[in-house]
Nanobody, 118 residues
């Protein structure tokens, strides 16, 4: 089975940092592009960051310069370093791996909650 488990979320104050981790089982993450998405209450899920198999990255304008997506192939994980967090970053964060054989949207994790509040 292919499974993704996100971790690292929590409650932080504006300006602080968090590092999210997406641990994969059943697939080698280095063979797939992967990304992070987020969804706030009452809103649609939105793109945050993506990393390709060659390590190229792209980001939503709202997080560019503050967030960084990376891989740790030894641990078979995808990471999201989030710096200078803002209240508008508050959302459930989901990991996505583009395993197209699993469906058009790939494979998704269960999510980890990030809350930024003073």
């Amino acid at each position: 089975q292919v499974q993704l488990v996100e971790s690292g979320g929590g409650l932080v104050q504006p300006g602080e940092s968090l590092r999210l981790s997406c641990a994969a089982s059943g697939i080698p993450l280095n063979l797939y592009s992967a990304g992070w998405y987020r969804q706030a209450p009452g809103k649609k899920r939105e793109f945050v960051a993506r990393i390709t198999t060659n390590g190229y990255t792209n980001y939503a304008d709202s997080v560019k310069g503050r967030f960084a997506i990376d891989r740790d192939n030894a641990k078979n994980t995808v990471l999201l370093q989030m710096n200078s967090l803002k209240p508008e970053d508050t959302a459930m964060y989901y990991c996505n791996v583009e395993v197209t054989q699993a469906g058009p949207s790939g494979v998704w994790g269960q999510g980890t909650q990030v809350t930024v509040s003073s």
